[in-house]
């Protein structure tokens, strides 16, 4: 009789699986681009940002913005959170905190002009990566997406629209907090959505090739 559990019990570990390695690849994201110091993609700025003026680390501030985000998810547009969104929200700072030492040690500051910004493009890799992962094998969105996307349903807003505002939003307070804005800003800025349309097209083209093969 518990035989028939097994094929819950193993989508379920594929799933938690999946959730703890896309959380691991944000968190080094993040840290790669903190560590690089010319700049990184709004959230991250902002994180920067509270990290510097409150004395708190950049783990425990994306924590605390994850679970507020978390908080208003559920309370807007539950239907739209699910395991995956609460798994990543409770992760996701404690991940930070763990990787940071190892990425620190790395001194990436010192490194060329050059060298950073390929350090900055492998980061913003990882976070369209975390997104393909989570949007493709998850199991609910991320708690900002499930807000965005009830301001779309209950006031006309446009997703894309609201993402703007949303990142104008971070990157003025975490620049006014303390954050770093640059170049690499603007490398987030112009990779990380063409860099998560591409991972997914690349995934589901290999997807395909493996189904056939097999």
Do not use: Q
């Amino acid at each position: 009789m518990r035989l028939r559990y097994l094929p819950a019990l193993g989508k379920f570990g594929g799933r938690l699986i999946i959730v703890v390695v896309a959380t691991m690849l944000s968190a080094l994201a993040v840290n790669l681009f903190i560590e690089c110091n010319i700049g990184s993609d709004t959230l991250t700025v902002l994180l920067d940002g509270l990290h510097k003026s409150l004395g708190v680390s950049v783990g425990l501030a994306s924590f605390s913005v994850s679970i507020v985000f978390l908080a208003a998810g559920l309370l807007l547009n539950r239907k739209s959170i699910g395991f995956s969104s609460i798994m990543y929200s409770f992760l996701i700072g404690p991940f930070i905190n763990w990787i940071h030492p190892f990425i620190a040690n790395l001194e990436l500051a010192d490194l060329s002009l050059v060298g950073k910004i390929v350090i900055v493009i492998l980061a913003n890799f990882c976070f369209s990566m975390t997104y393909v992962l989570l949007m493709n094998f998850g199991n609910g969105m991320y708690a900002l997406d499930a807000i965005l996307r009830y301001t779309e349903a209950k006031f006309g807003i446009r997703y894309d629209l609201g993402r703007i505002g949303v990142d104008a939003i971070f990157l003025s307070a975490g620049f006014l907090f303390g954050g770093i804005v640059g170049i690499g800003t603007v490398i987030a800025f112009a990779l990380t959505g063409p860099g998560t349309l591409l991972l997914e097209k690349l995934l589901f083209k290999f997807g395909r090739r493996y189904k056939l093969n097999g």
